[in-house]
């Protein structure tokens, strides 16, 4: 957000958005007040007059009192999905936010087609033309759908676009890119419920859309906290979101390094005797979109200090002290440090390419953030590309792209990798 520089305001910070939503709507409650008592307004206020009449509100709250009751539904469930989303640190919450900033651009293009419906359906049930009112809702309605579906399918296919209008940071572009591939397909939908619920608002009738819209409170609560309590972790959203991948290791630290465990029983119920009983992968077993997770391991002091003494002898490395007074603030491992660990986790993870993972080249590698002493790491990766190798027949390359995160869910570092993975044999007996 660009700060704010004039006189002696200066630097508002995130406290500028809510500045700038106040001025806003107090400028523009003003100048609409100044319009209607200008006299070129075919609505003229007086004040002379005005008195308490019970059968007019009356009309007005058994409309406006349900519709008020369907926003707070609305508002509290995306509340209670924030604040699952919440729980997986900030680069989640800022993907999941940005994408669904989308659903609030598609409100005021929807009110464009609901205004209208509002008066069209009220004036012609009024009328006893009911049968015009229900075609003119399904229509409205249906032309919601149309705008809306082809929004959300251009964020589906093309969720940067949006997404990097706000930050580039790679964790949240991948939470924000997973939220929109599943959502987006589906904006019709979102469209046509709620051009169905302006056609409401003329007949009069927001019983459905009222419970309609405690279903979905019910569902967003519900099955928010069965993904979370069934799975632990974020990946059991997207999983319950039709996402491939997992997590599938715990980790039972002692007093060095710590070391990775398969836990007895996963979350589905069945067992695993352990990482070596993962299967191994050819490369007709990677498609592009799959998502595999590892296992956690915690760096502290003396692992840092003991990497760099051997391999990256710089002061933010090795002396506390010395490192406040450089760019990292603090004592920071190195990253190749981190390079290592993100190396054993993949070792240790479900990728598993059969023969190893045989590295051929990087086409990136960043390090956005530092790792300090006290972080856990674990490793998300994604299959980007798979194809056949020209000049070995019998092997194929994989893209990967592994991204390091810290508890926080921040990407402390990311790298797409080219691996070499053999292709499956085949049988003699063929």
């Given amino acids: 957000m660009p700060h704010l520089r004039l006189g002696t305001v200066s630097r508002l910070g995130v406290a500028g958005g809510a500045t700038a939503l106040l001025a806003y709507y107090a400028l523009g409650s003003i100048a609409l007040a100044v319009y209607l008592w200008s006299g070129r307004s075919v609505v003229h206020l007086a004040v002379s007059g005005v008195r308490f009449r019970w059968p007019l509100f ?19 469930t995306i509340a209670i999905a924030t604040g699952f989303v919440g729980r997986f640190g900030p680069a989640a919450i800022a993907g999941y936010g940005t994408g669904s900033r989308l659903e609030y651009l598609l409100v ?37 759908a149309g705008l809306c579906e082809a929004i959300g399918l251009c964020a589906a296919i093309f969720p940067r676009a949006w997404l990097s209008l706000f930050d580039t940071d790679t964790a949240m572009l ?14 019709g939908l979102f469209g046509l419920g709620m051009a169905l619920y302006f056609a409401s608002q003329g007949a009069g009738r927001l019983l459905w859309p009222l419970l309609a819209n405690l279903v979905r409170l019910a569902i967003a609560a519900g099955g928010g906290w069965l993904a979370l309590s069934r799975s632990g972790d974020l990946r059991g ?16 630290r002692g007093g060095g390094g710590g070391r990775l465990v398969w836990p007895d029983r996963l979350a589905g119920g069945s067992s695993r005797s352990g990482p070596a009983g993962v299967t191994e992968r050819y490369l007709e077993d990677f498609a592009v979109g ?6 956690r391991l915690r760096v502290d002091v003396q692992q840092i200090k ?4 051997e391999f990256d002898p710089q002061p933010y490395h090795l002396d506390e002290e010395a490192a406040r007074n450089t760019i990292f603030r603090g004592l920071s491992a190195s990253g190749w440090h981190t390079a290592a660990i993100t190396m054993r986790l993949l070792v240790d993870s479900e990728l598993k390419p059969a023969g190893g993972i045989i590295g051929v080249g990087f086409d990136e590698l960043r390090w956005p953030r530092p790792v300090r002493p006290g972080d856990e790491l674990r490793v998300e990766s994604e299959v980007l590309e798979v194809r056949p190798s020209r000049s070995r027949p019998e092997d194929g390359l994989i893209k990967v792209r592994a991204t390091t995160l810290n508890q926080q869910g921040e990407a402390v570092q990311i790298f797409v990798a080219n691996l070499l993975v053999p292709r499956r044999p085949v049988s003699s007996d063929c």
């Avoid at 959203?237 to 039972?252: E, S, Y």
């Avoid at 799959?290 to 296992?295: I, K, L, V």
């Fill in 290 to 295: 799959q998502t595999f997770g590892s296992g």
């Fill in 174 to 187: 991948d939470a924000g890119s997973r939220y929109l591939h599943t959502v987006g397909p589906l904006y």
């Fill in 58 to 76: 009356r009309d007005i709250l058994r409309v406006g009192a349900v519709a008020a009751v369907v926003t707070v539904g609305t508002n509290l």
């Fill in 108 to 144: 005021p293009l929807v009110f464009g087609l609901g205004g209208p419906l509002v008066a069209i359906v009220g004036t012609n049930i009024g009328a006893g033309q009911r049968d015009r009112a229900l075609r003119a809702a399904w229509i409205g309605a249906f032309m919601a």
């Fill in 237 to 252: 959203v997207r999983r319950a979101r039709r996402r491939a991948g997992g997590d599938g290791f715990d980790k039972r």
């Fill in 306 to 309: 003991a990497f760099a003494a």
